[in-house]
């Protein structure tokens, strides 16, 4: 039957306590109660039905099950059919941020939660040899009409200190997602598919080099297929910038995922809730292969 997944960067999803106390200086005056009811009333709002919500969605900037549980509990109020929430192990020390997956059905298997041990080294802009890994980063199999739908959610280098100084680092990062990936990509046939995509706040537009890494256009293995590159490209944004508005967030399908999406689109947050707007596609994993 169809169903909706969905991604979005909630901005900054912590509560003001210890032990990451300093970031919830960015929470609104109403505090973490009043940041999660913004951040549920706009996941109610995506996917082509307004005020149901999606039944998979990624999110990004996530403190952890602190924040999630009561997030889910007020999505779960508000009439969402989301039940579950899995979450990452940061290996981000810094800001502590963490990527999540809420569902409306389980999982077929344990979540990947971190990737210990898949540092890569790198030459940065300053032409420094320096190790690259990717700490935000959660794999689960979903389970769907009888079939497992793999979702990939990451979160990559931000742009702070510059887009080209810090490409290289996302450069790498966007090369362990697609190693990650390309196993699970390439498996499946027409009369057995296998169900992949690719989620996250990539901080890079559409066709830039990580996300051509990630999608696999520089290797000979197969591509994944962007939901929203057909629609258009006015609407092609997540996040504003000094007037630019930028793709930074992202949808990747895998062929078999991707035959099988009826629909897809923005949805616009207020800029009191997040500063990234999110991204949906319905789709049907029961439907026959394309003639």
């Known amino acids: 039957?169809?169903?909706?997944?969905?991604?979005?960067?909630?901005?900054?999803?912590?509560?003001?306590?210890?032990?990451?106390?300093?970031?919830?200086?960015?929470?609104?005056?109403?505090?973490?109660?009043?940041?999660?009811?913004?951040i549920a009333q706009a996941i109610i709002a995506m996917g082509p039905t307004p005020g149901r919500g999606p039944d998979i969605i990624a999110l990004q900037e996530v403190e952890g099950p602190v924040t999630l549980d009561p997030l889910l509990a007020r999505l779960q109020a508000l009439g969402?059919?989301?039940?579950?929430?899995?979450?990452?192990?940061?290996?981000?020390?810094?800001?502590?941020?963490?990527?999540?997956?809420?569902?409306?059905?389980?999982?077929?298997?344990?979540?990947?939660?971190?990737?210990?041990?898949?540092?890569?080294?790198?030459?940065?802009?300053?032409?420094?040899?320096?190790?690259?890994?990717?700490?935000?980063?959660?794999?689960?199999?979903?389970?769907?009409?009888?079939?497992?739908?793999?979702?990939?959610?990451?979160?990559?280098?931000?742009?702070?200190?510059?887009?080209?100084?810090?490409?290289?680092?996302r450069d790498v990062q966007a090369k362990i997602m697609r190693d990650l990936s390309r196993p699970r990509v390439e498996q499946g046939s027409l009369r057995s598919p296998s169900f992949t995509l690719i989620a996250g706040d990539m901080n890079d537009e559409p066709r830039t080099r990580p996300i051509d890494i990630m999608a696999g256009k520089l290797d000979t293995s197969y591509n994944l297929i962007s939901a929203t590159a057909e629609l258009p490209i006015e609407e092609q944004y997540t996040y504003i910038y000094d007037g630019k508005k930028q793709q930074l967030d992202h949808i990747l399908l895998s062929k078999f995922t991707h035959d099988r999406m009826q629909s897809a689109g923005f949805t616009r947050v207020p800029e009191t809730t997040s500063d990234h707007d999110a991204i949906w596609c319905a789709m049907d994993l029961t439907l026959p292969p394309p003639a």
């Open 1 to 38: 039957m169809p169903f909706v997944f969905a991604t979005f960067n909630t901005e900054w999803l912590f509560d003001d306590e210890d032990p990451l106390k300093r970031w919830g200086l960015r929470l609104p005056p109403g505090g973490i109660n009043e940041k999660i009811e913004r």
């Open 80 to 169: 969402s059919p989301l039940k579950h929430a899995y979450c990452s192990e940061t290996l981000d020390p810094f800001t502590g941020q963490n990527v999540a997956v809420l569902s409306a059905t389980p999982v077929s298997i344990r979540p990947v939660t971190r990737l210990d041990q898949t540092a890569v080294p790198y030459i940065d802009a300053r032409e420094r040899e320096m190790m690259g890994s990717l700490g935000k980063f959660l794999r689960v199999d979903i389970e769907v009409d009888d079939t497992v739908l793999t979702i990939f959610n990451c979160h990559l280098k931000s742009r702070r200190g510059g887009t080209e100084e810090t490409r290289r680092l």
